[in-house]
């Protein structure tokens, strides 16, 4: 039996990484209780806003419960706001935003600044072929610390890491969802097969 895929569906980007899901003929499960935690064996962590995404994991009982099955082992892709969520520290957060650290970086939200907020770029990641990604960034956090078990995949403005991998679980700052492009979801769904 294929692996059944969830998209945690609290806030943000949901329907996007649904309908990536969708062209891979994936139906994914949505992710709002510890019950629909239960049923699924990867998790996709969308964009939004992640101090608002940790309130409300905590607030529907599903923190601790993620938490755990993070911690042994379930293969997760956050990217932007999932991304920050999946850290091991946050910088810039608020002081009751929690994290799950189940990849060992530390993360620095918005932290392309103001004038920069969002912008588009052609984004080299040869974990998933020559082509370079479109990749959409929207008031994106950059990576400022990676631990020693953790691949970088793809870097800006030269040194800055905006997608990173540690075992199954990956991370982009950018919205590969935004994108007309599945090779991470592809690059995501391979990690959950092997
Ligand atoms: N700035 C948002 C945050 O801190 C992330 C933005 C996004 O997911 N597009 O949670």
Redesign the pocket.
Do not use: K
């Given at each position: 039996m294929s692996p059944t895929i969830g998209i945690l569906a609290l806030q943000?980007?949901v329907d996007l990484h649904a309908s990536a899901l969708a062209r891979l003929d994936i139906e994914a499960v949505m992710v709002r209780t510890p019950t629909q935690l239960d049923t699924v064996d990867a998790l996709i962590l969308?964009?939004?806003?992640?101090?608002a995404?940790s309130k409300l994991l905590v607030l529907n009982g599903l923190f601790d419960p993620l938490q755990i099955r993070l911690h042994d082992g379930m293969p997760a892709l956050g990217?932007?706001?999932?991304m920050?969520l999946l850290a091991a520290g946050v910088l810039d957060?608020r002081a009751d935003q929690r994290s799950f650290a189940a990849i060992d970086i530390d993360v620095r939200?918005?932290a392309f600044g103001r004038q920069n907020d969002s912008f588009e770029t052609e984004l080299e990641l040869p974990e998933i072929g020559e082509v370079p990604i479109h990749a959409v960034f929207?008031?994106?956090?950059v990576v400022e610390r990676t631990g020693a078990e953790v691949e970088v995949l793809a870097t800006i403005d030269g040194d800055r890491p905006v997608a990173c991998r540690q075992g199954a679980v990956i991370v982009t700052s950018f919205?590969p969802e935004l994108a007309d492009d599945l090779r991470v979801h592809e690059l995501f769904l391979a990690g959950v097969a092997a």
């Open positions: 943000g980007a969308p964009g939004g806003e992640s101090s995404m990217t932007c706001a999932g920050i957060g939200r918005n929207i008031r994106a956090p919205h």
